[in-house]
């Protein structure tokens, strides 16, 4: 029976499962919103869009928080080589977790009534900020929980002058995951105001901190699951928070095109959200070199999985498809369509959510004592989540360049129905994919949740040993770099036709250009991730099946040799 090494380890084993059901509850309000964009009639009343849509974005952010907080408490005394600091506080971390959660799903019922309660010119139960929903008081409690996080993790930490990399970015990420936090503890009245500081929480919150939390564990698990050296590992996780930070704090700017900030914004913006895709580019080779410098076999398939969609769902989601919407040539018409929300789901899903599935299928196992586990489950998870996820973001592509041209080019009336029904074809495929996505997402948490009392029954079988040619067949640098130009070369095509939007033949009534583009853009980007990955898992399952196959050292060498 495999053991955990520190007992305080078991502490994040609730917060992975409070993260299973928030994805549950998440993905369910994605489906209803989905269907109410077909009917916008349905449940009119009784759970609005803008409610639903606001509780499928805080819940999303839940989920990934607490797969982070799961994560972080299960690495920290690996990292440190000793037991949690201050289990108690751990425990007054959960149970404020949960008391924010249920809060919110509380205060947006009233919000759709609208009550939200001001004190001193704040708003104590919700301010109806976009991402930032939350009133004074939860905005409080959360503060306060992430003063926390920090705390455990700095004191469980050994000394600053004893810290690798991989610790640094830990630390730091925390602290900052506190610091930053404060832009969202007060409301301005005015507008362009409220709005720049808002971005401060949302862009270096999310697309910064949060980066550098995502690096940093990423780096670790690989180390868990390949051996790998951490020093090498720690090489990369310092470049990558480098490039983060050099990027980001200047990319933030994007954000600042249309909302009454100075013009010298856009050129700023379009350039240094240019060079974010850079530190993705550099975590995703990284991942291939761990994969596969040392042969190893791979045990433990799902939590790899969901590993490397995370690093290449970043790629795309976060670095090819942020990269073509931010210019302001091309951001004055993405801005707030579906483009948008292609771009959102893939990365915020792709970047943060896949990892703290990764982690717990990785942890887990280990928490509940199992030497195996039937794999099965996980793996078939993981292609359907990563697939429909996949198609949800081109629905959402192929819906929002209709939406640009049918309303942003042509002007025709939103609320007067003349958008819906030619983006009639991109409704009906969001929730196809949607339940596609919806069935992986009940099948892990399923597998997760159980995978303690289904052990005795179900273990793991042998796998069959595979031809290690064709698609199985090692798979090199080379070939690698191959997969990834062409990722951009598709994101290149979008990205033109996009900027095509501006020329006189498309603003004068033809879309053939920018339709041509995408229907050659999205389809190829996201088929080439689809492939890739494919690729990629099938030369590891290769490797490990044949690692397996091989019979013990002592049964290769014949008798008498030395």
Same mark, same amino acid.
């Given at each position: 029976?495999?053991r955990?090494?520190?007992?305080?380890q078991?502490l994040?084993?609730?917060?992975?499962?409070?993260?299973?059901?928030?994805?549950?509850?998440?993905?369910?309000?994605?489906?209803l919103?989905?269907l109410?964009?077909?009917?916008?009639?349905?449940l009119?009343?009784?759970?609005?869009?803008?409610?639903?849509?606001?509780?499928h974005l805080?819940?999303?952010i839940?989920w990934?928080?607490?797969? =982070?907080i799961?994560t972080?408490?299960?690495?920290?005394?690996?990292?440190?080589k000793?037991?949690?600091a201050?289990?108690?506080?751990?425990?007054?971390?959960f149970?404020?977790?949960l008391?924010?959660?249920?809060?919110?799903?509380f205060?947006q019922?009233?919000?759709?009534?609208?009550?939200?309660?001001?004190?001193?010119?704040q708003?104590?139960?919700n301010?109806?900020?976009?991402?930032?929903?939350a009133?004074?008081?939860?905005d409080?409690?959360?503060?306060?929980?992430?003063?926390?996080?920090?705390?455990?993790?700095?004191r469980?930490?050994p000394?600053?002058?004893?810290?690798?990399?991989?610790h640094?970015?830990?630390?730091?990420?925390?602290?900052?995951?506190?610091?930053?936090?404060?832009?969202g503890?007060?409301?301005i009245?005015r507008?362009?105001?409220?709005?720049?500081?808002?971005?401060?929480?949302?862009?270096?919150w999310?697309?910064?901190?949060w980066?550098?939390?995502?690096i940093?564990?990423?780096?670790f698990?690989?180390?868990?699951?390949?051996?790998?050296?951490?020093k090498?590992?720690?090489?990369?996780?310092?470049?990558?928070?480098?490039?983060?930070?050099l990027?980001?704090?200047?990319?933030?700017?994007?954000?600042?095109?249309?909302?009454?900030?100075?013009?010298?914004?856009? =050129?700023?913006?379009?350039?240094?959200?240019a060079?974010?895709p850079?530190p993705?580019?550099?975590c995703f080779?990284?991942?291939y070199?761990?994969?596969?410098?040392?042969?190893?076999?791979?045990?433990?398939?799902?939590?790899?999985?969901?590993?490397?969609?995370?690093?290449?769902?970043?790629?795309?989601?976060?670095?090819?498809?942020?990269?073509t919407m931010?210019?302001a040539?091309?951001?004055v018409?993405?801005?707030g369509?579906?483009?948008?929300t292609?771009?959102?789901?893939?990365a915020?899903?792709?970047?943060f959510?896949?990892?703290?599935?990764?982690?717990?299928y990785?942890?887990?196992?280990i928490?509940?004592?199992?030497?195996?586990?039937?794999?099965?489950?996980?793996?078939?998870?993981?292609?359907?989540?990563?697939?429909?996820? !996949?198609?949800?973001?081109?629905?959402?592509?192929?819906?929002?360049t209709?939406?640009?041209f049918?309303y942003?080019t042509?002007?025709?009336?939103w609320?007067?129905?003349?958008?819906?029904?030619?983006?009639l074809?991109a409704k009906v495929?969001?929730?196809?994919f949607g339940?596609?996505?919806?069935?992986?997402?009940?099948l892990?948490v399923y597998?997760?949740?159980?995978?303690?009392a289904r052990?005795?029954?179900a273990?793991?079988?042998?796998?069959?040993?595979?031809a290690?040619t064709?698609?199985s067949?090692?798979?090199?640098?080379?070939?690698t770099?191959k997969?990834l !130009?062409?990722?951009?070369?598709?994101?290149g095509?979008i990205?033109?036709g996009?900027?095509?939007?501006?020329?006189?033949?498309?603003q004068?009534?033809?879309?053939?250009?920018?339709?041509?583009?995408?229907?050659?853009?999205?389809?190829?980007?996201l088929?080439v991730t689809?492939?890739?990955? !494919?690729?990629?898992?099938?030369?590891?399952?290769?490797?490990?099946?044949?690692a397996?196959?091989?019979?013990?050292?002592?049964?290769?060498?014949?008798?008498?040799?030395?």
């Open positions: 029976m495999i955990i090494e520190y007992e305080t078991r994040s084993l609730r917060f992975y499962l409070v993260m299973l059901v928030l994805f549950l509850f998440q993905t369910g309000f994605g489906l919103l989905a109410q964009h077909i009917d916008p009639g349905l009119s009343g009784t759970l609005n869009f803008n409610v639903i849509r606001t509780l805080n819940f999303a839940f990934v928080l607490c797969g =982070f799961g972080i408490l299960f690495v920290g005394p690996l990292l440190s000793r037991e949690l201050a289990p108690w506080l751990i425990h007054v971390l149970y404020a977790f008391a924010v959660v249920v809060w919110n799903l205060t019922v009233l919000a759709q009534q609208g009550i939200a309660i001001w004190w001193m010119g708003p104590l139960l301010e109806g900020l976009e991402y930032l929903e009133g004074r008081i939860a409080v409690v959360i503060l306060v929980g992430f003063a926390i996080l920090s705390y455990v993790v700095v469980t930490f000394p600053i002058k004893q810290w690798n990399e991989i640094w970015g830990l630390g730091l990420g925390v602290l900052a995951l506190t610091a930053v936090w404060v832009f503890l007060f409301f009245e507008l362009d105001l409220q709005e720049y500081f808002r971005w401060y929480v949302v862009h270096y999310v697309e910064g901190v980066e550098v939390i995502h940093s564990l990423v780096g698990l690989l180390v868990l699951m390949f051996k790998a050296d951490v090498a590992v720690g090489y990369a996780v310092f470049w990558g928070i480098t490039l983060v930070w990027s980001g704090l200047l990319g933030n700017a994007h954000h600042y095109f249309w909302i009454g900030t100075p013009e010298f914004w856009q =050129f700023w913006g379009s350039l240094f959200s060079l974010e850079l993705l580019i550099f080779w990284h991942i070199l761990d994969a596969h410098e040392d042969d190893m076999p791979v045990e433990n398939m799902p939590a790899f999985a969901f590993l490397l969609g995370s690093v290449v769902l970043e790629q795309v989601g976060a670095g090819i498809l942020g990269f931010t210019f040539l091309t951001n018409w993405s801005h369509t579906w483009v948008t292609s771009h959102a789901h893939l915020l899903f792709g970047t959510g896949m990892l703290g599935i990764a982690a717990a990785y942890a887990v196992p928490m509940r004592g199992l030497a195996g586990f039937d794999q099965r489950l996980g793996r078939l998870a993981f292609w359907l989540v990563f697939t429909g996820m !996949l198609g949800v973001g081109f629905a959402f592509a192929i819906g929002g209709v939406q640009v049918v942003r042509l002007g025709l009336d609320f007067g129905g003349d958008v819906a029904p030619a983006m074809v495929l969001v929730p196809v339940f596609i996505f919806a069935v992986g997402v009940a892990l597998d997760l949740l159980t995978l303690g052990a005795g029954a273990v793991r079988a042998p796998a069959a040993t595979r290690a064709g698609w067949a090692p798979l090199s640098g080379w070939e770099g997969w !130009l062409a990722m951009w070369f598709f994101g095509i990205t033109v996009l900027l095509s939007f501006n020329l006189d033949t498309v004068q009534g033809s879309a053939l250009f920018p339709y041509i583009m995408a229907g050659i853009g999205y389809p190829g980007l088929l689809l492939f890739f990955v !494919l690729r990629f898992l099938r030369s590891l399952e290769a490797r490990t099946s044949a397996r196959a091989e019979p013990p050292l002592a049964a290769r060498v014949p008798v008498g040799a030395t």
